[in-house]
């Protein structure tokens, strides 16, 4: 059965950057299509960014456009975010999601595999 942990979170300075990255073990990640989530304090969790599982089509939301990238290395079984130009509203616990559906989507209910997440502060 998949299983998938997040690492790459930590304390950055607003402008800078950070790579999140979403490890799976038990089945390939290759499989699935995944997604970054975030939970900031007081707000509700949001979807961040998508990768589709057989043609690697990729979107961000609005708010991290320009500034987050999703990739997909299958050799390492790994999906990362890259994220740039972090600011503080960036600050959240961040979730990877992998869901057995085509194509690409934010909505939580498509992932059935869910990390414990990790934790980003961006401050200075």
């Known amino acids: 059965q998949l299983q998938i942990v997040e690492s790459g979170g930590g304390l950055v300075q607003p402008g800078g950057s950070l790579r999140l990255a979403c490890t799976a073990s038990?089945?390939?990640?290759?499989?699935?299509?995944v997604g970054w989530f975030r939970r900031a304090p007081g707000k509700e969790r949001e979807g961040v960014s998508s990768i589709s599982h057989t043609t690697d089509y990729t979107d961000v939301t609005g708010p991290v456009r320009g500034r987050f990238t999703i990739s997909r290395d299958r050799a390492k079984n790994t999906v990362y975010l890259q994220m740039n130009n972090l600011q503080p509203e960036d600050t959240a616990v961040y979730y990877c999601a992998a869901g057995e559906f085509l194509g690409l989507s934010f909505a939580p209910g498509h992932y059935n595999i869910w990390g414990q997440g990790t934790q980003v502060t961006v401050s200075s």
């Open positions: 038990g089945s390939r990640l290759n499989y699935y299509s």
